[in-house]
């Protein structure tokens, strides 16, 4: 049962530091999508990517976010410095661009920034 | 935005069909009505989507009034499993693009 994964599940760490999540896309997908979840804002796009190339990161603070794609298996949200409003679980998605097709979540990074 | 609208919460006996209505006066002609929930703690979990037609799959049905301003998703026969966040969403389809998720429907089902 193909599935999207997510590491890690859960993540505490402390106002300035760095953290990296890390999403692998189902086999053969070739879009992938970054959704933050909070109770105030609910789900909202961060970032997504066709093909490995960004092609809409309008929802990330450029200043301290960055996605990345280092290979068709591996997508990566990093914030440096870390903020505590940054805490929220963090969606990776992946799809096909098919009409049909819808997108696959992963199960979230749960993310505390004390 | 969001382009749809929702009512907040809603209850439902288990074993009973679940009805969630959902309006979207404002969708184009070339917009489709998707349907994801969302269970305590997971992520998002697609349903159904449609254009027009009523649409049915092993998850649910999907009923678009034929002006398509409102739909109306159908869980036959809900279990308690089916307690979740269910999220209407309206795009075009211009190859699987993001997803803008409005607050939902809080489907309660109850034994």
């Known amino acids: 049962d193909a599935r999207v994964t997510q590491t890690p599940r859960h993540k505490v760490t402390e106002m300035g530091q760095e953290v990296t999540m890390r999403c692998q896309p189902i086999?053969?997908?070739?879009?992938v999508f970054w959704y933050r979840q909070t109770m105030m804002q609910g789900l909202e796009l961060l970032a997504y990517?066709?093909?490995?190339?960004?092609?809409?990161d309008s929802g990330m603070p450029k200043d301290r976010f960055s996605a990345e794609m280092p290979d068709a298996t591996l997508a990566t949200l990093k914030i440096q410095p870390s903020e505590p409003r940054d805490s929220a679980v963090y969606f990776c998605a992946s799809g096909l661009p098919n009409m049909y097709y819808e997108q696959y979540f992963g199960p979230g990074t749960r993310l505390t920034v004390t | 935005d969001a382009k749809t609208t929702q009512p907040p919460s809603m209850d439902c006996a288990e074993g009973r069909a679940a009805n969630l209505p959902c309006n979207h006066s404002t969708i184009s002609g070339n917009e489709y009505v998707y349907w994801y929930r969302q269970i305590h703690s997971q992520g998002p979990q697609y349903i159904i989507h449609g254009l027009k037609n009523n649409e049915t799959n092993e998850m649910a049905s999907l009923i678009i009034t034929e002006d398509r301003k409102s739909s109306t998703l159908i869980l036959p026969h809900a279990t308690l499993r089916d307690t979740a966040v269910y999220y209407c969403i309206v795009r075009a389809y211009s190859g699987n693009t993001p997803l803008v998720f409005g607050k939902g429907t809080r489907l309660s089902v109850i034994a």
């Open positions: 086999l053969g997908h070739n879009t």
């Open positions: 990517f066709r093909n490995r190339a960004p092609l809409d």
